[in-house]
């Protein structure tokens, strides 16, 4: 069964600060990673994705397959960051079904 | 294309009553979810479908819940009677393909309060 475990429910830091959003999985194939965000009120939007190896707004992740995990990292957090984020797996073979973990709140104070 | 599109936004009603909660996908899509969002619980899958057909409702929660998408272009989600534990906000989302690494393009939810 697919899983995806985000550990903390918020994590406040202040501007400049780095961040790490944390998110691990278990699946017994090989996944496909996603990191959805959130802003207040506003629908998810997709915020990168492991094969895509992008930089999305000074964000980025990795899939480290050996720790099964897909923490995500900026080195330095902006007030605009400031979001719920939800990092989410999806089977590679199949229909498409988007697993995701229970999400967290990012708070980034001036 | 204006996206997936939900309605109502919002809404409030009593305890026992039915919702209906309207979704529209994107036009080409073939893949339809709706997700349920809890502070407690995080984003939940309840039932997707893909070209009209329910492929996975183990999410649903219960037999007050209920899904159905008559043709490509429309689906709603039904609470009958529904309680104030089904109070969240339920996401519809949809997607290009059935498989593959396509995106899921969420709509704006609908916020219910039930009291």
């Known amino acids: 069964a697919q899983r995806v475990t985000q550990p903390e429910k918020l994590l406040s830091v202040f501007k400049g600060a780095p961040v790490e959003l944390k998110c691990n999985y278990s699946?017994?194939?090989?996944?496909?990673l996603f990191w959805y965000v959130q802003y207040s009120r506003q629908r998810l939007q997709l915020l990168l994705r492991?094969?895509s190896r992008e930089s999305i707004k000074g964000f980025t992740a990795d899939l480290n397959k050996g720790e099964t995990s897909f923490h995500l990292k900026k080195p330095f957090a902006q007030e605009e960051d400031s979001a719920m984020y939800y990092c989410?797996?999806?089977?590679?073979?199949?229909?498409?079904?988007?697993?995701f973990g229970t999400g967290t709140r990012l708070l980034v104070s001036p | 294309d204006a996206g997936v599109i939900q309605s109502p936004r919002h809404e409030v009603t009593e305890m026992g009553q039915e919702v209906t909660l309207r979704c529209k996908p994107i036009?080409?899509?073939?893949?339809l979810f709706w997700y349920r969002q809890t502070m407690m619980r995080g984003l939940e899958l309840l039932i997707y479908?893909?070209?009209?057909?329910?492929?996975?409702d183990s999410g649903m929660p219960e037999d007050r819940f209920s899904a159905k998408m008559p043709n490509a272009s429309f689906s709603t989600l039904k609470i009958q009677p529904s309680e104030p534990r089904d109070s969240a906000v339920y996401f519809c989302?949809?997607?290009?393909?059935?498989?593959?690494?396509?995106?899921?393009?969420f709509g704006e939810g609908s916020w219910l309060t039930v009291v």
């Open positions: 036009s080409g899509h073939n893949s």
């Open positions: 989302a949809s997607s290009p393909v059935t498989a593959g690494g396509n995106t899921i393009y």
């Open positions: 479908f893909n070209n009209n057909v329910p492929i996975d």
């Open positions: 989410a797996l999806k089977r590679n073979t199949g229909f498409q079904k988007l697993v």
């Open positions: 699946y017994s194939g090989s996944p496909e």
């Open positions: 492991h094969i």
